[in-house]
């Protein structure tokens, strides 16, 4: 079984910064990749941005310079730093975590967490 918590959602001015954390528990496999998506009210679930195991990053253009995800592969964490943050960035967050190990594909969810940007 794995859990995925997350913490650090709120409501924030235009400009302004906010900080997710996602904590994954259980039998993770050690090649994986974790990331943050986000989904807006009427609008399908988006990739934000992702974090390989072994460190290699990728990010939705709408995201490049402003956010930045990183992780700690020995507590099984994810964090996603976002600056200067738009209106355009509210949505709810989802933490991801993905791997293919012990002869399978492995895809879990955290709760979401709400981020509302505000004028």
């Known amino acids: 079984q794995v859990q995925l918590v997350e913490s650090g959602g709120g409501t924030v001015q235009v400009g302004g910064s906010l900080r997710l954390s996602c904590a994954a528990s259980?039998?993770?496999?050690?090649?994986?990749?974790m990331g943050w998506y986000r989904q807006a009210p009427g609008k399908q679930r988006e990739l934000v941005a992702t974090i390989t195991s072994g460190g290699s990053t990728r990010y939705t253009g709408s995201v490049k310079g402003r956010f930045t995800i990183s992780r700690d592969n020995a507590k099984n964490t994810v964090s996603l730093q976002m600056n200067s943050l738009k209106p355009e960035d509210t949505a709810v967050y989802y933490c991801?975590?993905?791997?293919?190990?012990?002869?399978?594909?492995?895809?879990?969810w955290g709760q979401g967490t709400q981020v509302t940007v505000v004028s």
């Open positions: 259980g039998s993770i496999f050690r090649i994986n990749i």
């Open positions: 991801n975590l993905n791997f293919t190990g012990w002869g399978r594909l492995s895809d879990y």
